[in-house]
């Protein structure tokens, strides 16, 4: 009996190793080797990841300059892609998604996006064809997911002001007139702006308002018959903020999503209309012709349970704790109270090594001890 040829798309399992090399160039060619790493490997890979990074405080000046410097654009040219790769590190790190959406990230992402719809309509204006920049296309892709990224936290989901969210997403998904005429959607984006919908859905399910749900997504046939044309197992980039590149993961990651969240969000409206539009038979189709690869094929069969009203999976449709994890952030010197990150604790002007939150801190403080110990501290960071 000839031996059993292992499928086209059957994907081996890849050892994760012990050790996750620190250097970037490293964790790249590392990366590099795995084009097929599936949803459990690449979880193992960011929780070794994160123990690396876990000892660093919120970083609340960079990013706030960081965010001022995006902000203060008015242009999307003004806009510098490692900017966004930086904020975009910020929102997407599990210990700082908190820090980051206090200290203003989502707002700079919606300037980000405002931005774009601005550029498209200047390029549709002046009928300008010419082909857009990577780093164009890159500063755009990175904004939507770096919406969706922040929406993963579970406190974030509480807090998050969604409207302003849902209304720069829609308009990418369906690629309104300036969109689509003078800067358009490629696959990868689009499927980022669905799962930024779908995370925005299930913090609106987390803040009690299904009104706005039902209003601009479950009663509006143009966008769930887009979102039912891209349930298509393709091939797009998964942003990696630690060495600034892109890895290869299923669509169906984030169209299945959509599906999960819309149909627990608003479980008898939100399935019928899926199932109304198309989305079961196209799920269905799907999972014939998949294999296990990118491990979508488990996302795809809890969709296909949820839209036949059947209880779903919690491990799977509810990947939210894993992302809500107690934020690292600086403490004052004197009274231990956690920096907040609108407000950065202020360095001490002469040795720079400690921080306070108010000036009566940092008076009580040099009178306790730091009056002592200034000059020492002064003197070890000179001869370093």
Known sequence: MPPKRRGAHEQK??????????????????????????????????????TLNSCSPFPSKRAKKLITRIQAARHLNEIQENDIWSLFGLTSEDFYMESAMEVGAPGAFLHVLTLCTDFAQERMDANVKTALSESIINIRKLSVFGLAEGLLNQNNKRNADLDPIREAIIPIILQDTPIREGFPVDITTINFAIKALAETIT?????????????????????????????????????????????????LLCTTRFVMGLGMTTPHTGIYHMREHGFLDALESVAKHMTNQYDSLTMVRESIKILNFLPPDQSVTAPVCPHTKTQVRRLCDYCAAPEKPSDPLKVCASCKQRRYCNRDCQIAHWKAIHGAECKQLQAQKSSQ
Do not use: W
């Open 203 to 251: 913090a609106y399910g987390t803040q009690h308002r299904i009104d706005p749900v039902n209003f601009y997504v479950v009663h509006n046939p143009e966008l769930l018959m887009v979102i039912r044309t891209y349930i298509r197992n393709e091939l797009i980039g998964c942003p990696l903020a630690s060495v600034h590149s892109f890895m290869q993961v299923s669509s």
């Open 13 to 50: 399992p890849f050892p994760i190793p012990d050790k996750i090399p620190n250097d970037p160039a490293a964790l790249l060619e590392l990366l590099r080797q795995i084009p097929n790493m599936n949803v459990q490997d690449m979880m193992e890979m960011e929780r070794k990841m994160d």
